[in-house]
């Protein structure tokens, strides 16, 4: 399960719309989930990536790449599942390029869907996004914030715990939410759903 994880990384250009569901289904039948990593070169996708824990969940995830929001329509990509906004607080275009992604985001996936990794807030004295402009972006999208740093590979491995988690929960396969939705959809069999 471990090894599996992250070996098959894509790169999406940008283009049209996207949204839950849309896509292929995932044909691996273990907890799965496409993760589509959004924001510029050198924010720290590819690290993020490459340093994933893949120890610590049953969780497969398989990476998906863009640089920006909307994504080309296509027709055999695969359905994703999850979105990470990435900015770099001291690189104002990662900063920008989020900020116009999230506008172009189905509000399908603003639902608990996606979340934004803040990193290098280590550095404020480099930083060229303030504090309250981050805190605004994510107030006015309602949008939940992870921050950390991937320059060491301790810190990369505790940030992708948390992620990995917020993931689980958001594809429905973390505790409570897993089991509710399977003994709900066990229910809807077409012999009693009109009864």
Same mark, same amino acid.
């Given at each position: ?8 990384? =894509? @790169?999406?250009?940008?283009?049209? /719309? ?25 924010? /720290? ?20 790449? =863009? ?7 296509? =027709? ?11 900015? %770099? ?12 992604? $999230?506008?172009?985001? @189905?509000?399908?996936?603003?639902? /608990? ?8 807030? %280590?550095?404020?004295?480099? =930083? ?13 999208? @309602? ?11 301790? @810190? ?31 229910? $809807?069999?077409?012999?009693? $759903?009109?009864?």
């Amino acid at each position: 399960m471990g090894g599996d994880q992250h070996d098959t990384m =894509a @790169d999406v250009q940008g283009g049209a /719309g996207l949204s839950p569901f849309d896509g292929l289904p995932s044909q691996n039948v273990q907890a799965h989930a496409v993760v589509l990593m959004v924001g510029i070169v050198g924010v /720290g996708k590819r690290s993020l990536a490459a340093g994933w824990n893949t120890d610590a969940s049953s969780l497969a995830i398989q990476f998906r790449i =863009a640089e920006k929001l909307p994504l080309a329509q296509k =027709a055999d990509r695969p359905r994703i599942d999850y979105i990470l906004f990435m900015i %770099d607080v001291t690189n104002r275009a990662s900063f920008e390029v989020v900020k116009a992604s $999230l506008r172009s985001a @189905d509000p399908g996936f603003l639902h /608990g869907r996606c979340c934004v990794l803040i990193t290098r807030m %280590d550095k404020p004295m480099v =930083a060229s996004v303030a504090a309250d402009e981050l805190d605004a972006l994510l107030e006015e999208y @309602d949008v939940p914030a992870f921050y950390g740093n991937l320059s060491c590979p301790t @810190d990369t491995r505790v940030v992708s715990d948390r992620l990995t988690a917020a993931i689980r929960v958001a594809c429905g396969y973390g505790g409570a939410t897993h089991a509710v939705l399977s003994t709900m959809i066990a229910s $809807l069999t077409p012999n009693n $759903l009109f009864e």
